[in-house]
């Protein structure tokens, strides 16, 4: 599960690390926090047109749904693809196969449950650098995209921290980002990715404000990344 993000890292930054320009960097502005339940725009490097960034949709809409968004948005939750069965989900299974995508982002925040009671966490790189998921993606017309995240089983540093579903986003390493977006790949390569791609880098994540469960708190600020210590997890804090 990966249902929030950031990206507070400039425009010039992030440009010179893709070494990729924004398509429409009017959209762009940097982040702290971002839900997918609100469906913004993330900012993705898709198959098609992978020398430039565009903003896409968080919340992958199929073809067979374009004409009616809302019914679809209400019935079906698409922020995440499980990698595990995307190739059989209906929604999902073409854009698996020609459709695939990175999705920028330089940290994410994940549910850590401690006698019954939820505290968000933020993942990121211990170098706080930024990172791709592996994404898929639809569009809605020429310049429109929609995507998911794909998501895998917990390792065990992961495991720790989303310790109820133990799910994971698919951070793809580096030298795999290229491939994930190579038009030649079979379906056998590409799971072989999804199950293997997972970076190499080492991850930092410590609980933050419980206030990001509050529909009145405002969420896109630095506050959102800031470590609160609750004395409550006691040793728990330091497993991280």
């Given amino acids: 599960m990966c249902y929030s993000t950031s990206l507070a890292k400039s425009e010039k930054v992030i440009e010179e690390h893709f070494n990729k320009e924004f398509e429409v960097p009017l959209l762009y502005e940097p982040y702290y926090y971002i839900s997918g339940f609100q469906h913004p725009n993330v900012f993705i ?3 098609d047109d992978s020398k430039v960034i565009w903003p896409s949709i968080w919340g992958l809409i199929p073809e067979f ?10 019935k079906a939750n698409t922020l ?27 940290g994410f925040y994940e549910p850590h449950h401690y006698n019954g009671i939820s505290y968000p966490h933020y993942c990121r790189l211990k170098d706080y650098s930024l990172f791709t998921f592996a994404g898929i993606y639809t569009k809605l017309d020429e ?4 995507c998911s995240i794909l998501t895998i089983e917990a390792n065990d540093f992961f495991s720790k921290i989303h310790n109820k579903k133990k799910r994971m986003p698919l951070v793809l390493d580096t030298e795999f980002e290229e491939e ?37 708190f405002e969420k896109n600020t630095a506050q959102s990344i800031q470590k609160v210590d609750y004395p409550e997890l006691g040793q728990q804090q330091t497993l991280f």
């Fill in 80 to 106: 995440n693809a499980k990698g595990e069965t995307v190739y059989n989900t209906r929604s999902f299974k073409k854009s698996i196969e020609n459709q695939r995508c990175l999705i920028i982002a330089d």
């Fill in 45 to 47: 490097i898709p198959q």
């Fill in 180 to 216: 994930w977006l190579r038009n030649d790949l079979n379906e056998n390569h590409v799971k072989e990715l999804i199950k293997s791609g997972f970076t190499n880098d080492d991850f930092d994540a410590y609980p933050v404000t419980r206030n990001l469960y509050s529909k009145n």
């Fill in 143 to 146: 310049e429109l995209y929609t």
């Fill in 65 to 74: 749904a374009m004409n009616d968004l809302d019914g679809f948005r209400a």
